[in-house]
């Protein structure tokens, strides 16, 4: 059975940092490509980062220079950290593997004061 299991996000301050954790078990995270969307109230699921079998990274536009997707393949988890947050980044965030496509069950990350 694949499971991706995303640890509480949490709450954090404009301009803080956040990282999240994506631990899989069923599936070799070294052997498939990873991702991370998001999904804001209201708005449609989001493409934040994915990261390559290979190594290869990339970010969407509202994101680059900020947030950072890596891999530790001995702990077969996939992280994504997170710098300079800002309100608008307030999004339930999930983990995703490619081709098989699995999704994590998502977890909060709150962007306030």
């Known amino acids: 059975q694949v499971q991706l299991v995303v640890p509480g996000g949490g709450l954090v301050q404009p301009g803080g940092s956040l990282r999240l954790s994506c631990a899989g078990s069923g599936i070799a995270f070294s052997a498939n490509a990873m991702a991370w969307y998001r999904q804001a109230p209201g708005k449609e699921r989001e493409w934040v980062a994915t990261i390559s079998m290979g190594g290869w990274t990339n970010y969407g536009d509202s994101v680059k220079g900020r947030f950072t997707i890596s891999r530790d393949s001995a702990k077969n988890t996939v992280y994504l950290q997170m710098n300079s947050l800002k309100p608008e980044d307030t999004a339930v965030y999930y983990c995703?593997?490619?081709?098989?496509?699995?999704w994590g069950q998502g977890t909060q990350v709150t962007v306030s004061s």
């Open positions: 995703r593997s490619g081709n098989p496509l699995y």
